[in-house]
C-alpha cells in the first residue's frame, strides 16, 4: 500500500515560494563593510605564540624574550615600535623592570586612535578552585596574550590594506606592562596596572596624543560576552556606543551585548583617562554569571579555553571601527 502524500508536502514548495518572497520585503538591504576580513586563525596562533614562551610573569627570562618576539612581530607589519622602559615596585616591594612596546601604524596620518592591551601575565593563579595552584604563574592565554593576538592580526591587516585603502586614521598600538601583579582581594587598586600608570604620567613621545582609546582585556575565552563597562559608560559614552553599533552592524551583537550592564573595573583604561585621552575597556564576561571569565586567574587560562569565534568577533568589530573612522 503507498503512502499517501500528506498535504503539507504537497504545498511545500508554494510555502517555500512565499517565504522567499515575504523575506525579500521585509530583509533590509545587507550592511556591505568597507573592512577586509579579520583572521581568527593568526589572531589564534599569535596567542598560542605567546604562550610558548611560558607564562610571561614581571622579570622572567619567558617575559623578555616574548617582550622582543611582540616587537619584532608589529615591525614586521611596518609598524614603528618605541619601547618604554622604566622601573617599578610591586605591591609587596618587589622590583621590577618594565617595557611598554608602542606600535604605531600608518605613523604619519595626523588622526590617530589607541587599541591598547597588557602583554604581561600573572605570576598566581589565586583564584584557582585548588589552593595548591595559588602561587603557579598563569599562562595568561586569554587575560594577556589573546588582546596582543589580536592587536598584532589588526596591524597585519593594516599592513595588508592597499594604500587605496579608504583608513582615515593611524593607529597606535599600546602593549602594557605589569598589569596583572595586583594585589587580590579588593586589595590597593594602584597595585594593578604599573605600566599604563607609568604612559600616563609620562607619554612614550612628546605632545603625543590620540582622539580616543580602546582598551582590550580577556578578548579570547570561550563562553565570553561583553557587557559594557561601568567606567567606560560614565567617562566615554560615545566611544561605548561607536564599538558596540560597530559590532551591531557586522553582525556581532551576540558577543557586543546591551542586554547586561557589565561592572565597573580598574583596568588600563582608567590610566589612559587619568592621561587625559578618553578610553573604554572592551573586557569579557562569563556569559552565564556574568563575572569574569570562569578561567580568571586560574591555571585552566591557557590554549584550550581559547574561542577562535570570540577573537573573531573582537577583531573584525575593531576592523570596522578602524575602516569606518572618518
Ligand atoms: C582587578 O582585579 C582590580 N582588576 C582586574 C583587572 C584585570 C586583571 N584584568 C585582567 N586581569
Ligand atoms: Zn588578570
Redesign the pocket.
Known amino acids: 500500500m503507498s503512502t499517501p502524500t500528506p498535504k503539507s508536502l504537497l504545498l511545500l514548495p508554494l510555502l517555500l515560494a512565499l517565504a522567499a518572497c515575504g523575506e525579500k520585503k521585509t530583509t533590509p538591504t545587507a550592511y556591505i563593510s568597507p573592512a577586509p576580513d579579520f583572521c581568527a586563525d593568526s589572531a589564534y596562533a599569535y596567542t598560542q605564540a605567546q604562550c610558548d614562551f611560558g607564562p610571561r610573569v614581571m622579570n622572567s627570562a619567558a617575559h623578555d624574550s616574548c617582550g622582543d618576539w611582540i616587537a619584532a612581530k608589529f615591525e614586521s607589519f611596518g609598524a614603528i615600535v618605541t619601547n618604554q622602559y622604566a622601573d617599578a615596585k610591586l605591591f609587596d616591594g618587589t622590583p621590577v623592570k618594565m617595557r611598554n612596546i608602542i606600535a604605531s601604524c600608518r605613523p604619519d596620518a595626523p588622526g590617530r586612535i589607541i587599541i591598547s592591551g ?1 602583554w604581561d601575565s ?1 605570576p598566581w593563579a589565586d583564584n584557582d578552585p585548588d589552593e595548591s595552584h595559588h602561587a603557579t604563574p598563569i599562562d595568561g592565554a586569554n ?2 596574550a589573546s588582546a596582543i593576538g589580536v592587536m598584532l592580526e589588526l596591524a597585519r591587516q593594516i599592513s595588508l590594506a592597499p594604500d587605496t585603502a579608504d583608513i582615515a586614521i593611524g593607529v597606535d598600538f599600546i602593549c602594557w606592562d605589569a ?2 601583579s ?3 582581594g ?2 590597593d ?1 594602584n597595585s ?2 604599573l605600566g599604563s600608570q607609568y604612559w600616563s604620567g609620562k607619554r612614550h613621545a612628546d605632545g603625543y596624543t590620540a582622539r580616543y582609546g580602546i582598551n582590550l ?2 578578548v579570547g575565552g570561550d563562553n565570553t560576552v561583553f557587557y559594557r563597562e561601568q567606567f567606560s559608560m560614565a567617562y566615554a559614552p560615545a566611544i561605548v556606543d561607536k564599538v558596540w553599533a560597530a559590532a551591531q552592524r557586522i553582525g556581532q551583537g551576540k558577543y557586543f551585548s546591551y542586554e547586561e550592564s557589565g561592572g565597573a ?4 583604561h582608567l590610566q589612559v583617562i587619568q592621561g587625559g585621552i578618553l578610553c573604554i575597556d572592551v ?1 569579557g564576561s562569563d556569559r552565564e554569571d556574568g563575572g ?1 571569565p570562569r578561567t ?2 586560574t591555571v585552566n587560562d591557557n590554549m584550550q579555553n581559547i574561542s577562535k569565534s570570540t577573537l573573531k568577533a573582537v577583531g573584525q568589530t575593531m576592523l570596522e571601527v578602524i575602516w569606518t573612522e572618518r
Request: hydrophobic share 30%.
Open positions: 597588557h600573572r587575560d594577556g598589569e596583572d595586583g594585589m587580590s579588593g586589595g587598586s594593578w596596572c582585556d580577556m573595573v580598574t583596568d588600563d573586557i569574569f580568571w586567574h
